[in-house]
């Protein structure tokens, strides 16, 4: 199922007859004539070539036709028209292997699909996609801890991408200091509005940042753990986000995360528009950045329409 993200910016002409004509090539594509969808978008964008969201339209009909060279020519011209890419072309340009994975990332994208979200996204995550990365999380870093004789306590936590807050729940009652980010400025209004039992915030910081950008903010060796529950599915290349995490956690402090995994190689993004990690990669991301994997095994935190989907749990830490 591809979702598809857009802006009252790039999701309009500015022609109210041109905007209708777009609404029916959507329709015709639901319906399954793509053939349809790409001769009324031919003559939309004769006349509004600027036009994002019928050029990303106009790649998914073309696609669907077996034309991927067509698709990811619109598809560039969607990128051209709007570099911040609300529309998630360049995870489009991936997943048919026109770029990248590593390049295609795109939080532009990720933040105003998570902002409309945000209100119905704890009930659908748990019931509907049983998600369930907080509490394999958890398990994981127990087990950790009981391994090495250590007390299962994190002074200061930094829960990357943390949403409306499903990780911090889980981890507030074994953490002192805990801070959040995510693209998502309605997720972190979400987030904020959660309380401790004893009527104090559940995050003691927040911010609507990155979360290379949140780490890159935060002071050398100043964390215990850090976690990202689910977040690296959204994206391709780690290395950067490695590198800051070990950069600010303490000497022995851990990193626990899950990902979507495939059995080949590197780094792809699948059908679902989400990124998988191979395995292998990560392992060599992680030994670049300097941090040496303590458990990495295969978990799956949600379904989808019913089926487990494929990934690895994993903990790392600092030496």
């Not at 022609?15 to 969808?37: S, V």
């Amino acid at each position: 199922m591809i979702e598809k993200g857009s802006t009252a910016h790039s999701a309009s002409s500015g022609d109210t007859t041109l905007d209708r004509r777009y609404a029916w090539a959507e329709a015709a594509l639901k319906e399954g004539d793509a053939a349809a969808c790409v001769e009324i978008l031919d003559q939309t964008l004769a006349e509004a070539y600027h036009f994002t969201a019928a050029w990303h339209l106009y790649g998914l009909a073309q696609e669907a036709l077996g034309r991927n060279e067509e698709a990811a020519t619109a598809w560039r011209q969607c990128v051209s028209l709007d570099p911040n890419d609300h529309f998630g072309a360049r995870l489009d340009l991936a997943r048919i292997g026109a770029m990248s994975a590593e390049d295609a990332t795109s939080e532009t994208f990720s933040g105003t699909l998570f902002d409309a979200y945000a209100e119905r996204f704890d009930s659908h995550l748990t019931q509907a996609l049983h998600y369930n990365a907080p509490a394999l999380l958890k398990s994981a870093l127990v087990r950790i801890c009981d391994n090495a004789d250590r007390p299962f306590r994190f002074d200061t936590v930094l829960d990357l991408g943390c949403g409306t807050g499903l990780m911090g729940e889980a981890i507030r009652a074994e953490t002192g200091f805990l801070a959040g980010c995510d693209v998502s400025p309605r997720m972190i209004e979400r987030a904020r509005a959660k309380m401790r039992s004893d009527g104090q915030p559940l995050y003691d910081k927040l911010a609507v940042a990155s979360l290379t950008a949140f780490l890159s903010s935060r002071p050398e060796a100043c964390a215990d753990l850090v976690l990202a529950a689910d977040v690296f599915v959204y994206l391709g290349e780690l290395g950067p986000a490695f590198a800051q995490t070990a950069r600010v956690l303490k000497r022995g402090g851990l990193f626990a995360f899950t990902v979507q995994s495939h059995d080949g190689e590197g780094v792809v993004v699948g059908a679902d528009r989400r990124f998988a990690h191979a395995e292998a990669w990560l392992r060599q991301r992680l030994g670049e950045a300097g941090l040496q994997p303590l458990l990495l095994e295969p978990a799956s935190t949600r379904q989808d329409r019913g089926v487990a989907v494929p990934g690895l749990l994993v903990v790392a830490e600092r030496g």
